[in-house]
T-cell receptor, first 111, second 111 residues
Framework: NAGVTQTPKFQVLKTGQSMTLQCAQD?????MYWYRQDPGMGLRLIYY???????DKGEVPNGYNVSRLNKREFSLRLESAAPSQTSVYFC??????????FGPGTRLLVL | QKEVEQDPGPLSVPEGAIVSLNCTYS??????FMWYRQYSRKGPELLMY????GNKEDGRFTAQVDKSSKYISLFIRDSQPSDSATYLC???????????FGTGTRLKVLA
């Protein structure tokens, strides 16, 4: 039982490059989320998926796209990376109010 | 005005002290009040939550909500060096999505 896993752990991109952050959970949770965490800003919701096949915009969706590939996997894509997207990205999944888990994070640096 | 305000700290206390961590919020529709603990370079973990007003106790931790003053508190009794982390409050209108995170308070418990 691995919980929530994220790949990669760390990535450096040049401005304009694209990449996909991968997230998977093995707890059979319906809801999955992508957050970014910046100093002084707290965690901000990028996108949310209530169930397989559905996605919803969060507070800061611009510049990102998501895919809920199946119940386990929820990916975040940056089509054309910008320095403002330098951040730590966390994936999370929720079953009930008590069962919420975050992944270990992906540190992204955009030059 | 931010929806959730939290003093970033750092807050340094001696081992064994009682710690009080606080947040204020502006949205009266919030019903769930979550507290997360985040160790350095790790993902947040759900510590505890309360629903509506009142107190909830879990071991050395007590969460308190005063909806009349829109004030959320987390108390840690007999604090330990292992409690050194960043604590984030996150109220929500629903229990399972769209949490609004505070910026987090960094706590250091000195041995």
């Amino acid at each position: 039982n691995a919980g929530v896993t994220q790949t990669p752990k760390f990535q450096v991109l040049k401005t304009g490059q694209s990449m996909t952050l991968q997230c998977a959970q093995d707890m059979n949770h319906n809801s999955m989320y992508w957050y970014r965490q910046d100093p002084g800003m707290g965690l901000r919701l990028i996108y949310y998926s209530a169930s397989e096949g559905t996605t919803d915009k969060g507070e800061v969706p611009n510049g990102y796209n998501v895919s809920r590939l199946n119940k386990r996997e929820f990916s975040l894509r940056l089509e054309s990376a910008a320095p403002s997207q330098t951040s730590v990205y966390f994936c999370a999944s929720t079953g009930t109010v008590e069962t919420q888990y975050f992944g270990p994070g992906t540190r992204l640096l955009v030059l | 005005q931010k929806e959730v305000e939290q003093d970033p700290g750092p807050l340094s206390v001696p081992e064994g002290a009682i710690v009080s961590l606080n947040c204020t919020y502006s949205n009266s529709a919030f019903q769930y009040f979550m507290w997360y603990r985040q160790y350095s370079r790790k993902g947040p973990e759900l510590l505890m939550y309360t629903y509506s007003s009142g107190n909830k106790e879990d071991g050395r931790f007590t969460a308190q909500v005063d909806k009349s003053s829109k004030y959320i508190s987390l108390f840690i009794r007999d604090s330990q060096p292992s409690d050194s982390a960043t604590y984030l409050c996150a109220p929500s209108t629903s229990g399972t999505y769209k949490y609004i995170f505070g910026t987090g308070t960094r706590l250091k418990v000195l041995a």
